[in-house]
């Protein structure tokens, strides 16, 4: 894949009504392949509206998002919803797991959308889970786990399918200084040629572990 540039970016919520939202404000931004991104700000800054219109999640109000020769602000849906499939990895910060299903059976989910047969998915998702050091807990329906083991699983599910691109928003806010080190260091090593890895994050040693830093506030890079 390619690099990420974001041009005049905006959003806004409710426009024109009397509690209309700016949240972004002309944000322009560039992200390379082999490296990896932390974007620092206060709660309301703006980080987890960015990373929601580069997953394609939400789309701005104005600007143009290109990534290599795609143009993910004009996007038709259907071809949105295979890009996310096949190459986006979204690590939410409300984990958006299927709490009546297991670990394994949420780790499955974003393989079979993407077109892979069960057998190979299944053996993929093992190979992640032992990674993360929760293969224990693969049976396990994920109401039953602990903050902590949902986030791993969250982390489990958006790695599974080798994205290009990884989104994550306070991947380490639910874990000690133990599991979130393990955490970044799965996370950072996923780094390559073809992949961009951004965190939204408060933790300001785990940004440091960054290729880049880029501060957000109120709507815009500053």
Known sequence: MNNIKLSGITKVYDPGKPYEVVALQGVDAEFECGHSYAVMGASGSGKSTLLNILGGLDRPTKGTYSWGSLRMDTMTPKLLTRVRANNIGFILQDYGLIDYISVLENCLAPCIFAGKKRSLAKREA?????????????????????????????????????????????????????????????????????????LATHDAAAAQRCNHILRIKDGKII
């Open 126 to 198: 093992v190979n992640v889970l032992e990674m993360l050091g929760i293969i224990g807990l693969a049976n396990r329906e994920v109401k039953k786990l602990s903050g902590g083991q949902k986030q791993r699983t969250a982390i489990a599910r958006a790695i599974i399918n080798r994205p290009n691109l990884i989104l994550a928003d306070e991947p380490t806010g639910a874990l000690d200084s133990k599991n979130a080190d393990m955490i970044l260091q799965v996370l950072l090593s996923l780094v390559n040629e073809r992949s961009i890895v951004i």
